[in-house]
């Protein structure tokens, strides 16, 4: 502080409940899965970011509460990244910042009719920039995107199908700001947010109504393969056979597809030849194609050689040649951005020990056998929090969205539940049914409205289960126009720079008016000089 001061108590006790509100939104999302806190969870952030007395601190209580929100969403790395994650969150959080001195010049003192309208439009603008930019695969990737806490809400999942979980998330965010406007005491200003409330409102049940709705064109039967927690000595060649096993208890059920969970096969049983005739007999025996998924040192198609994440597609002659290395890696755990400046970080957690490779294109598979031939779009682990992923492989052709996951690391925690969860978005997004397979939990599959297909299988279950996936035919609006609820808030943001600017020209005095009259000591104006 300047001259050496300390914070006063009463900064500190507002840092703390700065940090708190904006932790309180992580509740929304599963494990506790209060989706309908959503739309209120915004509020006591923004009314103490309204009370700020200057833009500082208004600036100070978004940064802080940013952090608050980013560590809540994701506290379960900590037994990974351990103190690391606060300095990582004390980064994400200053995005934050600007958004706060938004806030607070929008929402602050007695605003105005208009004001108050403008703020429901720029304040889950910036929200949704925020979204935008922490979405960048180095900042951690589009993890807890507010939008995504809706994901078993039928009338949001239509909403997302028009716009992406973007658009969910500005609906969101405006309903708080709205609310945050009806305790406001200036009348006009609370009357626009009771009207824009029915606003929100009206505007999903439009999309309710109206969205157009995928065409149903048959089912086809997908088993999934979940071996569950299996360590120890001998781990991955007990997890190899542990598949196997649950696989051979699908044949005779007249399955086109079996998929397993992200490194499902090891590097050591890759490498040796009697594994491909082990998942080729498999195959025929079960009469269904296997996506399985390796994590071990290969040499892809344009001649690099390192570690790559793979699905591979095995028939009964073996691995049928289709082949998806995965592109986007996850910080840390897969590689460590500019390791010589944070190498460090493997003596800290359980950073990646050597960097991962990352695949050069997305692919599209086709199942050989049958007279349907079936388009799958294989994505890795959390390559299915990213819309963009999705929806590229649906217009590419994929009839179903397959992500192959593992999270064992994290076991205990709330990281099953919301990895799963993203399966509905995507599903609904791009209109085509999501299989979300992993080795201990939680796998799930989704219609292409998004819906729930058959049970989970939780986190205590070694087990397969199949399922009767519904396909379907159409486009959806998200897919057509893609990210435009992005581009719309950061017009929405550029035309309020635009309008205060003038304001503030307006405002200035033109060159060469004459300001003032000088006054003398005694009062008198100051003459002239001749």
């Avoid at 979980?165 to 009348?187: H, I, K, Q």
């Amino acid at each position: 502080m300047p001259g050496g001061r300390s914070l006063p108590a009463s900064g500190w006790v507002r840092g703390a409940v700065a940090l708190l509100a904006g932790a309180l939104p992580a509740l929304a999302f599963p494990a506790p899965s209060l989706w309908w806190l959503a739309y209120a969870a915004l509020v006591p952030w923004l009314l103490l970011i309204r009370s700020a007395g200057t833009t500082r601190r208004a600036a100070l209580d978004g940064w802080i509460g940013g952090t608050g929100f980013v560590i809540a969403v994701h506290h379960w790395l900590m037994p990974s990244l351990h103190v690391f994650i606060v300095l990582l969150a004390a980064l994400l959080g200053l995005l934050w910042a600007p958004w706060g001195v938004l806030a607070q010049r929008l929402l602050g003192g007695a605003p105005s009719a208009l004001r108050a309208a403008a703020a429901v439009v720029a304040v889950p603008s910036g929200w949704l920039v925020i979204e935008l930019v922490r979405s960048w695969e180095g900042l951690g990737g589009p993890w807890g995107l507010l939008g995504a806490s809706q994901w078993e809400v039928a009338p949001a999942l239509r909403v997302a199908s028009v716009g992406g979980v973007w658009l969910v998330s500005l609906l969101v965010v405006a309903v708080n700001t709205a609310l945050v406007l009806l305790t406001v005491a200036r009348t006009g200003a609370r009357t626009t947010g009771g009207v824009l409330l029915v606003v929100c409102a009206l505007t999903e049940t439009f999309v309710w109504v109206w969205a157009p709705q995928p065409v149903p064109t048959g089912t086809a039967r997908i088993a999934v393969v979940q071996p569950g927690v299996i360590s120890g000595p001998g781990s991955v060649e007990r997890r190899l056979a542990r598949g196997e096993e649950l696989t051979r208890t699908v044949a005779g059920r007249d399955v086109d597809l079996v998929v397993w969970g992200e490194s499902s096969i090891g590097a050591g049983a890759w490498r040796d030849p009697e594994t491909a005739r082990r998942l080729a007999a498999l195959s025929g025996e079960t009469g269904a194609d296997l996506l399985v998924n390796v994590d071990a040192r290969q040499t892809d198609g344009s001649g690099r050689s390192g570690i790559f994440k793979s699905a591979v597609l095995v028939g009964p002659d073996g691995p049928t040649g289709d082949r998806y290395d995965k592109m986007r890696l996850v910080p840390f755990g897969e590689y460590i951005p500019a390791r010589s400046l944070l190498g460090w970080a493997t003596s800290v957690g359980k950073a990646a020990g050597e960097d991962r490779l990352r695949g050069d294109r997305q692919v599209v598979m086709t199942l050989p056998d049958g007279d349907e031939r079936l388009r799958i779009g294989p994505l890795v682990c959390f390559e299915s929090a990213f819309p963009d992923m999705s929806r590229r492989l649906t217009r590419d052709g994929a009839q179903v969205l397959v992500a192959q996951s593992a999270t064992s690391t994290f076991q205990e925690s709330w990281a099953p539940a919301q990895h799963a969860s993203l399966g509905a978005l995507r599903a609904a997004e791009n209109g085509r049914p999501m299989v979300h397979a992993t080795l201990t939990g939680i796998s799930a599959v989704y219609g292409p409205r998004g819906e729930r297909i058959g049970k989970p299988l939780g986190t205590e279950v070694s087990g397969a289960a199949v399922h009767d996936v519904p396909l379907a035919r159409g486009t959806t609006l998200y897919g057509r126009f893609g990210d435009w609820a992005v581009y719309g808030a950061l017009a929405a943001l550029a035309a309020l720079c635009a309008a205060e600017g003038l304001r503030v020209l307006r405002r200035r005095p033109a060159p060469g008016l004459p300001g003032r009259s000088a006054r003398t000591a005694h009062g008198s104006p100051e003459r002239p000089e001749h």
